[in-house]
């Protein structure tokens, strides 16, 4: 049996984003805890972040971006591995599509066999189909390759936030640039 006052919240967010939603078999696929966006799960998530920020947590490998009113669209990703974690505030500095991608030193210490720059686009190319860049160094939420996909759901990359290309090309087009990103241990 269908929770009605679940029912409703998912409607009232299926309205809310609508032009992301609009007459998808998603939207009209209401459940008791839990709707699908075309790139993640539609949550309950109770923050006082404002709306259009990005809150992830290291420890459920997740991204949420919050859309208010209690819920934010839920994403798996790949987090910084051991050694390489961080946690605080920080934003939205940039945001490309099909980016080129220079190893930062760190990576290219650990492997030297990379060229020193990938083309944006390349099967090869680490950044996938789009990245938003933080303020904060070298790091980003980006895409991935076909070969690195698996790693999404572990602690695997140098300090960034690695997705799924469908999940990033997703959330890309919700995201503005400034939008606050937080990071949770």
């Known amino acids: 049996m269908i929770n009605l006052r679940k029912f409703v ?3 009232a967010l299926a309205i809310m984003i609508g032009s992301t939603m609009a007459a998808t078999p998603a939207a009209a696929n209401v459940s008791q805890s839990r709707t699908t966006a075309p790139g993640g799960a539609v949550v309950e998530f109770a923050t006082d972040v404002e709306p ?3 809150v992830i947590s290291a420890s459920q490998r997740r991204l949420f971006y919050v859309v208010g009113n209690g819920v934010a669209i839920s994403y798996p990703v790949a ?3 051991r050694g390489k974690e961080w946690s605080g505030v920080t934003s939205i500095s940039s945001k490309h599509v099909n980016p080129d ?4 030193a760190a990576v290219k210490a650990d492997h030297p066999e990379l060229p020193d720059l990938i083309p944006g686009g390349a099967p090869n190319n680490p950044m996938g189909t789009r990245a938003m860049l933080l303020d904060r160094g070298e790091v980003a939420i980006h895409g991935t390759t076909t070969k690195m996909r698996a ?7 140098y300090g960034c936030i690695r997705m799924r290309n469908e999940d990033v090309a997703d959330l890309f ?3 503005s640039v400034g ?5 949770q241990p």
């Open 173 to 175: 087009d919700r995201v």
């Open 179 to 183: 939008a606050t990103v937080i990071m």
């Open 9 to 11: 919240a998912g409607a």
């Open 52 to 54: 259009g920020a990005i």
């Open 101 to 104: 991608w220079t190893p930062p």
């Open 151 to 157: 790693s999404v759901g572990t602690a695997a990359s």
């Open 79 to 81: 987090v910084p591995k």
